[in-house]
């Protein structure tokens, strides 16, 4: 009897070699694919760190852009008042000299037809 149980029991460890050989396959590539998984994972983490070290510089070079074109937009601004202001100038200055100029050219216009009325009228 004793025999019987020692032959069942080979058997059973018979039977049970090729499943831990599987498991033991199963466990080798499972630690591969672990160790493959953190080859990625620090691959991506370097990736993932100088992108953001990229937008970092990109954000800094789009801050001073924007401060840059802030200054000439305050330049151009600036020049276009001063534009402005002379335009306003030499509209206000044309406005007076045709004020003072009118009357002169009004006399003189009328002066010349008046006497030629007032000679012709004398003689």
């Known amino acids: 009897m004793d025999q ?14 090729p499943i831990i050989v599987k498991l033991d396959n199963a466990i080798e590539k499972l630690s591969e694919v672990n160790i493959s ?6 691959v991506h983490e370097e990736r993932i760190s100088k992108h953001e070290e990229v937008d970092i510089i990109l954000f800094t070079k789009i801050d001073k852009l924007r401060d ?21 100038m030499v509209v206000g200055g044309l406005t007076v ?20 009325t007032m000679e012709r009228g004398s003689s």
Do not use: C, H, Y
């Open 68 to 88: 840059k074109m802030d200054a000439d937009n305050d330049g151009v601004l600036q020049r276009l008042r001063g534009l402005e202001r002379r335009v306003w």
């Open 97 to 116: 000299l045709s004020f003072i100029v009118s009357p002169l050219m009004e006399s003189a216009l009328t002066s010349p037809s008046q006497s030629s």
């Open 4 to 17: 019987v149980k020692v032959a069942l029991i080979e058997q059973k460890l018979d039977d049970l070699k």
């Open 37 to 42: 998984v953190g080859r990625m994972l620090a």
